[in-house]
């Protein structure tokens, strides 16, 4: 059982950046992936940017080139910085944690609470 808390959400013109932290505590195991996933009323909620514990990262085409994760390992946190924020980057934004297992029922993933990222016009 892992818990995430995130941090770093807030309001922002177009064209600004921020900075999402999230923090893991619990029973973290080194091999695993942890990311950002967002949710905008009335939307699904849809993969931002994800990366390994060795470094592998994957992005959603939405955000190639504007976001960037990275991760501190040693600290069990990842980030998430945001650049040339755009209106329809707006949503709720998780931070998700998935342990990398030989065992389905191992590899459960685990969300935080959410922060909310607005950007205006």
């Known amino acids: 059982q892992v818990q995430l808390v995130e941090s770093g959400g807030g309001l922002v013109q177009a064209g600004g950046s921020l900075r999402l932290s999230c923090a893991a505590s619990g029973s973290i195991f080194s091999d695993n992936t942890m990311g950002w996933y967002r949710q905008a009323p009335g939307k699904q909620r849809e993969l931002v940017a994800t990366m390994t514990n060795g470094g592998y990262t994957n992005y959603a085409d939405s955000v190639k080139g504007r976001f960037a994760i990275s991760r501190d390992n040693a600290k069990n946190t990842v980030y998430l910085q945001m650049n040339s924020l755009k209106p329809e980057d707006t949503g709720v934004y998780y931070c998700?944690?998935?342990?990398?297992?030989?065992?389905?029922?191992?590899?459960?993933?685990?969300w935080g609470q959410g922060t909310q990222v607005t950007v205006s016009s």
């Open positions: 998700n944690y998935q342990r990398s297992s030989a065992y389905l029922w191992q590899r459960l993933p685990s």
